[in-house]
């Protein structure tokens, strides 16, 4: 079965660019361009029982909330997610209680190299789906 | 009248809305639009994949920040004579090789 990755941007170009390039690589990678529609999308995975196996997540979203405050929603439905945070920020330190506090799994910070998400993405995943 | 000719046209309105370039930008903004330009039709010319590989590669030597709608504008294009793997293929190359997120 394919890894479920969901995926939140508000970039439009970003958010395609991603998940165009997950599906290439075997994933099977849904966008949402705010922190409604991840919600909103994760609900109902979980109700449908085919739920993500990870959220990759914006840091800072035009409206909405943040990337942090998301996945604190979501965790609120499933405490065992796995959330990754994409940031533009150089200086994380600024956020680090944050980012503590929403025990995220890793942050990517941009501009990534798709390789680079992917080996997060392993590393995230574990051995959850290796052959 | 003045009839002033299409290439000072150009240059003119990119002024207009470039104000805050100065002359030397704006002659390697105008150099790079057409090398780009140049680049684009040399891939709209070929569904050699790995030549087009290449020229997507090149193409990013002279963008700045616009790089997903500058790439997904020239596969789009390609869309019509390649397949959907095809330019799916591309695209992953593009960004393993070169392009960033």
């Known amino acids: ?131 | 009248m003045e009839i002033k000719d299409p290439k000072e046209k150009y240059i003119e309105a990119v002024k207009a809305l470039f104000t805050n370039f100065s002359d030397e930008e704006m002659d390697k903004y105008i150099e790079e639009e057409a090398l780009m330009q140049e680049i684009e039709n040399k891939i709209n010319q070929t569904t050699d994949l790995e030549k087009i590989e290449v020229l997507l590669s090149e193409l990013g030597d002279h963008m700045e920040r616009s790089l997903f709608k500058e790439i997904r504008v020239t596969l789009a294009a390609l869309n019509k004579k390649l397949a959907d793997e095809e330019v799916d293929f591309l695209l992953f190359k593009a960004f393993q090789n070169k392009y960033t997120i």
């Not at chain 1, 799994?105 to 501009?111: S, T, V, W, Y």
């Open chain 1, 1 to 131: 079965m394919k890894p479920k990755i969901l995926i939140m941007d508000d970039e439009d170009d970003i958010r395609e660019v991603i998940a165009k390039l997950l599906n290439y690589l075997g994933y099977k990678a849904v966008q949402t361009k705010d922190s409604y529609e991840a919600i909103y999308e994760y609900t109902k995975a979980i109700e449908i029982k085919e739920p993500y196996d990870v959220v990759v997540l914006d840091l800072t979203m035009a409206y909405g909330l943040n990337g942090i405050d998301t996945l604190k929603r979501l965790r609120e439905m499933n405490p065992n997610i796995k959330g990754i945070i994409c940031t533009g920020y150089s200086n994380v330190s600024d956020i680090e209680e944050k980012l503590k506090e929403a025990q995220i799994d890793h942050i990517i910070h941009k501009p990534f190299k798709i390789n680079e998400l992917e080996i997060v993405l392993s590393k995230v995943l574990g051995d959850k789906f290796e052959s």
